[in-house]
């Protein structure tokens, strides 16, 4: 026949199990509700830093991190107008909201990217542009109108070298050069009558009419790779200077939440704190046995409450050590109560008949040396422990002996 059962529904074993999986679930929906912007593919066919794609400008990335340029793509929107220093390039979107522009205030220095083109995504790869087009240039002025009202796009013939700053450079767009024209802006790389490189002194920007010198189908011809290369160290301050490519335009933008602030410098060390916290609780709570306690009366009932409140009492009167000759007088009695000594002897009698009873087995003395020891009071609570434990023992194995004898 089988033991009885176990009160608990459930074993050792499938408590573990639980728990370890709810912890689990609990720290995966914890990281998908922090990390999951992090965790999106961000490689995807469009006009953005991190595609790899015909007009994406990751290649322009690649390019400048080869020459050990200091250079990374920013999710952060401060970026563009309260970041440390550094020179940004803002690619703006095809058919994107130009209104931008004039909705903040950039920190210089900074370069905005006009758009030129525009493409399918291949639905078999969607990091790849199944065909590219022209965006038509009415649509860009159209864009355009509303920074800069008087603007115009062109587009003309490729002329074999134009003239720059840096000195005369050859650039190979695709098909036809992509120039803007403005009287609000002022003409740093000039070409026929428009601008590949202008400037807005109210908005201290400057503008790059034509991308294909800087995504990566136009990166494929050497000519536009140097060009890109000398026009960011014109633009730049310092060969220190950091280069950041905004990505917040396309859809990138990271917000700092509450939980990945939880895990970042400095608050992660309260994190820790509170997780080791959580997993004391826990553990706590998981080897927790037995029913709650019930809440018992303010003055217990009972012999064994009656001894503990006495006891409590001279405790707390500091009267423990003069207990040792009652305690010598109760063992004296009980014990000649207990082998039937005749109660006309006196107390010497009593003595000297429990000697002859024998010794104590682990110190070898009788009773009148315990006794002797407990007729005054004892030096300390410790003390009184120590000769009351031996004369208990002795009676003990006394009554134990005659009780073996009487058998």
């Keep these: ?72 793509v920013s999710r952060l929107e401060s970026d563009l107008e309260s970041r440390g220093w550094g020179l940004m390039i803002v690619t703006l979107p095809a058919y994107g909201n130009f209104s931008v522009l004039d909705d903040r205030v950039f920190q210089p220095a900074t370069l905005v990217v006009l758009p030129k083109w525009t493409g399918r995504t291949d639905p078999l790869n969607a990091a790849r542009q199944a065909d590219t087009r022209f ?15 008087d603007a115009e796009i062109l587009r003309v ?42 400037y807005d002194p109210a908005r201290s920007l400057y503008i790059l009419s034509d991308p294909d010198v800087f ?19 014109f633009l730049r301050y310092d060969t220190t200077e950091p280069i950041l490519l905004d990505a917040t335009l396309h859809g990138f933008e990271r917000s700092e939440n509450l939980l990945k602030m939880m895990f970042s410098v400095p608050y992660v060390g309260v994190t820790l704190v509170a997780l080791a916290a959580a997993l004391l609780l826990g553990w706590a ?16 009932l009972g012999k064994q409450a009656l001894a503990d409140n006495s006891a409590g009492l001279v405790a707390m009167a500091r009267r423990e050590a003069r207990m040792a000759p009652g305690f010598l007088a109760l063992v004296r009695r009980r014990l000649a109560r207990e082998i ?29 040396q315990m006794e002797a020891d407990l007729k005054e009071p004892a030096t300390s609570r410790d003390d009184l422990l120590t000769k009351t434990r031996a004369l208990y023992r002795w009676r003990k194995e006394i009554i134990r002996r005659t009780l073996h004898e009487r058998n």
Aim: hydrophobic letters at 45%.
């Design 135 to 149: 965006i038509e240039a009415r649509d860009l002025n159209d864009q355009l109108s509303v920074p800069y009202p």
């Design 1 to 72: 026949m089988s033991g009885a059962p176990s009160s608990s529904p459930f074993s050792t074993r499938v408590v573990a199990i639980l728990i370890a999986v709810a912890a689990i679930s609990f720290g995966a929906v914890l990281v998908m509700a922090g990390w999951a912007p992090e965790l999106r593919d961000r490689n995807r066919a469009g006009d953005h830093p991190y595609s790899t794609s015909a007009l994406g400008y990751n290649g322009f990335v690649r390019l400048l991190e080869d020459a050990g340029y200091p250079v990374k």
């Design 340 to 368: 039937g000594a005749p109660r006309t002897l006196t107390e010497a009698q009593v003595s000297d008949m429990f000697d002859r009873l024998g010794p104590d087995a682990e110190t070898g003395r009788v009773f009148s």
């Design 215 to 233: 995504h990566t189908f136009g990166l494929a011809q050497r000519e536009n790779a140097r060009f890109a290369v000398q026009l960011v160290d």
């Design 285 to 300: 709570a998981t080897i927790r046995f037995g029913p709650p306690l019930v809440e018992a009366r303010a003055i217990a």
């Design 157 to 198: 013939r490729v002329p074999e070298s134009i003239e720059t700053p840096f000195g005369a450079a050859p650039i190979k767009p695709d098909v036809r050069l992509q120039l803007i024209k403005a009287a609000s802006l002022e003409t740093i790389i000039a070409v026929e009558d428009g601008a590949l490189l202008a």
